[in-house]
């Protein structure tokens, strides 16, 4: 069975300071892993994903994580935080092979203070 | 393309009634998934569909609820009778083969009172 833990369920930076929102993960075998972002009132948007090629993965918006092996971790990140980040992100696991089911983490709410 | 979209965007019901909530996937995606988000259990992941068949429907709370995928284009989620703690917002997601990286609709809140 597979799991992500997401440290923090809320988190502010100001605007322009380094978004860091972090997310472990358990599996038995290696893992897919993924990061979505959730506005108000909408539905979750695929931010990046890592499938076992480079573990520094790019995403949109400027978004990056790091899939590192050694701590479990996939944390998630960007440079300079805009008004505009503030959301929910939810970090995801699944195993590789085929299809098996994605388990989502309980979700960061991040706020941006101007 | 239009992504995944669903209907309703709000359903407010009574108590007893039946809802019925729809979703037309990405076109050529084979997989469909059905997903509930509540504060207290966050995202639940309901039944989900590879080409039109279901899969997996552990996640169906109890046996009011059904879902069908008569086709490719269309699916349906029926909630009956409704029940107050069915209040959630319901998510359809598909993905191509492979099952990953899914797109999700942007929901529908429904409301039991």
């Known amino acids: 069975a597979q799991s992500v833990t997401q440290l923090g369920s809320h988190v502010s930076v100001s605007e322009g300071a380094l978004v860091l929102l972090r997310c ?3 599996s038995s075998v290696p893992p897919y892993l993924f990061w979505y972002v959730q506005y108000p009132n909408q539905g979750l948007q695929l931010l990046l994903k890592y499938t076992s090629a480079a573990t520094l ?10 899939f590192k092996k050694s701590e479990t971790s996939f944390h998630l990140t960007k440079p300079s935080a805009h008004m505009s980040d ?29 | 393309d239009a992504g995944v979209i669903q209907s309703p965007r709000h359903e407010v019901t009574e108590m007893g009634q ?3 909530l729809r979703c037309k996937p990405i076109s050529g995606h084979d997989y469909l998934f ?16 590879n080409n039109n068949v279901p ?15 008569p086709n490719a ?11 107050p703690r069915d209040s959630a917002v319901y998510f359809c997601a598909s993905s191509g083969t492979g099952g990953y990286g899914y797109t999700f609709g942007s929901g529908t809140r429904l409301t039991v009172v």
Do not use: H
């Open chain 2, 73 to 83: 284009s269309f699916s349906t989620l029926k909630i009956q009778p409704s029940e």
């Open chain 2, 18 to 20: 039946e809802v019925t």
């Open chain 1, 24 to 26: 472990n993960y358990s």
């Open chain 2, 55 to 69: 899969i997996d429907d552990s996640g169906m709370p109890e046996d009011r609820f059904s879902a069908k995928m």
């Open chain 1, 57 to 66: 993965v790019k995403g949109i918006n400027g978004f990056e994580a790091e």
């Open chain 2, 34 to 49: 059905w997903y509930r988000q509540t504060m207290m259990r966050g995202l639940e992941l309901l039944i989900y569909f």
């Open chain 1, 86 to 114: 503030a959301a929910e992100y939810f970090c995801a696991v699944t195993l590789s092979g085929g299809y098996q089911k994605v388990t989502f983490g309980t979700g960061t709410k991040l706020q941006v203070i101007p």
